[in-house]
């Protein structure tokens, strides 16, 4: 099982990306763990939990460095979610982004 973090300005409005992430993953019949927290949440949600990825919505990416900082040392690919995908909600395009950042770095 993949857990995947999303982060948002506030936590919801990647709320429905998450969901069609989650459907993606089940029609492809791919166990993964998708769920979205707020910018603040980060620090604490990585000290409770397992993550394997973590990707950036388009209004936090200016906090970039500030994530790096929480992740450092713990070997948690992150990255930006490709604009595009985002804009389009694109669940399927968002998951294969996620899994392809945690194949590499499995590698």
Do not use: H, W
């Not at 506030?10 to 707020?38: H, P, Y």
């Amino acid at each position: 099982m993949k857990t995947i973090m999303l982060v948002c300005a506030a936590g919801m409005s990647t709320s429905l990306l998450m969901t069609k992430m989650k459907r993606a993953a089940q029609s492809k019949g791919i166990e993964a763990d998708i769920f979205a927290v707020s910018a603040p949440e980060v620090d604490l949600t990585l000290k409770n939990k397992k993550v394997d990825v973590i990707l950036l919505a388009p209004q936090v990416k200016y906090r970039k460095q500030l994530f790096k900082e929480l992740i450092e040392g713990k070997n948690i690919p992150m990255e930006d979610i490709n604009v595009q995908y985002y804009g389009k909600m694109d669940g399927e395009q968002v998951l294969e982004q996620a899994l392809t950042l945690v194949e590499k770095n499995e590698n």
